[in-house]
């Protein structure tokens, strides 16, 4: 198995365990003899997955320094030895340090020694400027994808529940709230004058079902390739366009457009021009501020 892999069915093991330690802490007991069994045995598995994770984490580095790919830690320490500090110690007689030393304690690990005395070099520092390319040889300079860093669209923000829009959930058939559309007038009068009579009058609005959604369809193959999963993607680009299409019809919605009716539309909407509402008076100044 690869080491992503182990990595992955190791995770498993231990979330398995996890589940079984949280679930006895919720219940505020000790485990029982099955959940101790069952634990026992995930930890077996978990320490056997964790060996075969370094025996193939050992050969995918034996391989790379086989082929001469050296890891990117391994290739940064080459890319810091000197080769200039490897001469000046062996003419003064002492011992390497800095990224030299730590090279050398590398190359012993991987079985490598220096014999009579030498310092090993890395053989990466006697690399010259070849025209065999990159651009040249494409076929063999794979990509390296970083789902991990999937950039998504620019999208508009969302507002109407932000400016304190009320929602209603829970709703099966067809809903009438009753409202106030006028008030009673008060009058002034003289003393022993009679009042007029005047009433409050109200109606009612009723909210009925809109439907607005989006499609697409992805091939089996599609599913099981892409990274990230095409999946996800979907349905998240998909709750973004509704919610979007939602909120832009609760502000711009036709009735023509199978949309439910926005602010904009709506009949009795006030409106006003900022350019002309007057502001309170200054303290300092007595004056009204315009907006």
């Known amino acids: 198995m690869k080491v992503a892999d182990l990595r992955e069915a190791r995770a498993l093991k231990v979330a398995e365990a996890r589940a079984l330690v949280d679930k006895a802490g919720a219940e505020k007991r000790n485990l029982t003899a099955d959940e101790q069994k069952a634990f026992d045995g995930l930890k077996a598995s978990i320490t056997d997955l964790e060996a075969q994770e370094q025996r193939a984490v050992f050969l995918e580095s034996a391989e790379r320094r086989s082929l001469g790919t050296p890891d990117k830690a391994t290739a940064n320490l080459e890319g810091a030895v000197n080769i200039t500090d490897a001469i000046r110690a062996q003419?003064?007689?002492?011992?390497?340090?800095?990224?030299?030393?730590?090279?050398?304690?590398?190359?012993?690990?991987?079985?490598?020694?220096?014999?009579?005395?030498?310092?090993?070099?890395?053989?990466?520092?006697?690399?010259?400027?070849?025209?065999?390319?990159?651009?040249?040889?494409?076929?063999?300079?794979?990509?390296?994808?970083?789902?991990?860093?999937?950039?998504?669209?620019?999208?508009?923000?969302?507002?109407?529940r932000s400016l304190g829009a009320r929602v209603l959930s829970g709703l099966r058939g067809d809903v009438v709230i009753p409202k106030a559309t006028g008030a009673s007038t008060a009058y002034w009068l003289n003393e022993g004058d009679p009042l007029t009579e005047s009433n409050p009058s109200y109606s009612s609005i009723r909210l009925e079902p809109k439907h607005v959604g989006a499609l697409t369809a992805f091939s089996r193959q599609l599913a099981l390739q892409s990274n990230p999963a095409i999946e996800q993607l979907l349905r998240d680009d998909i709750a973004a366009v509704v919610g979007l299409a939602v909120d832009k019809a609760l502000i711009h919605g036709t009735a023509a457009a199978k949309q439910p009716v926005g602010i904009l539309n709506a009949a009795g909407a006030q409106t006003a021009s900022l350019a002309t509402l007057i502001g309170p008076p200054c303290w300092r100044c007595s004056r009204n501020w315009r907006w």
């Open 91 to 160: 003419i003064e007689q002492r011992s390497v340090t800095g990224a030299l030393a730590e090279f050398q304690q590398e190359a012993k690990r991987n079985g490598i020694e220096a014999k009579h005395g030498g310092v090993l070099i890395p053989s990466s520092v006697f690399e010259k400027r070849a025209t065999m390319t990159t651009t040249a040889n494409a076929a063999i300079t794979p990509d390296d994808p970083r789902p991990d860093q999937f950039i998504g669209l620019l999208r508009n923000s969302t507002i109407v």
